[in-house]
């Protein structure tokens, strides 16, 4: 299994990125595919989780600002982030919890 995140960088307060998780070797649309995050000094915690019926679940401190996606077709999991803070900032991470795979994680950086 292979996931490759990509769609990170710098942002100002209040904007928007989109991240998005490629996947080989991995059905997305019979995994239940997550969102997690590590800010420097910090444990890293989840983001957002879609579960094999497309039902999500977030995190408090992202609810109404992010939305986690999946494409079938494309075998790609989406990570919407508006609204974004300085304390978004953080190595994101795309995660396939049934097989324990990790991307490599793409940094986002909110700052003006």
């Known amino acids: 299994v292979q996931l490759v995140e990509s769609g990170g960088g710098l942002v100002q307060p209040g904007g928007s990125l989109r991240l998005s998780c490629a996947g080989s070797g991995i059905i997305f649309s019979i995994n239940p595919m997550g969102w997690y995050r590590q800010a420097p000094g910090k444990q890293r915690e989840l983001v957002a989780l879609?579960?094999?019926?497309?039902?999500?679940n977030y995190a408090d401190s992202v609810k109404g600002r992010f939305t986690i996606s999946r494409d079938s077709a494309k075998n790609t999991v989406y990570l919407q982030m508006n609204s974004l803070q300085p304390e978004d900032t953080a190595v994101y991470y795309c995660?396939?919890?049934?097989?324990?795979?990790w991307g490599q994680g793409i940094q986002v950086t909110v700052s003006s």
């Open positions: 879609i579960d094999t019926f497309g039902s999500t």
């Open positions: 995660n396939a919890p049934v097989s324990g795979s």
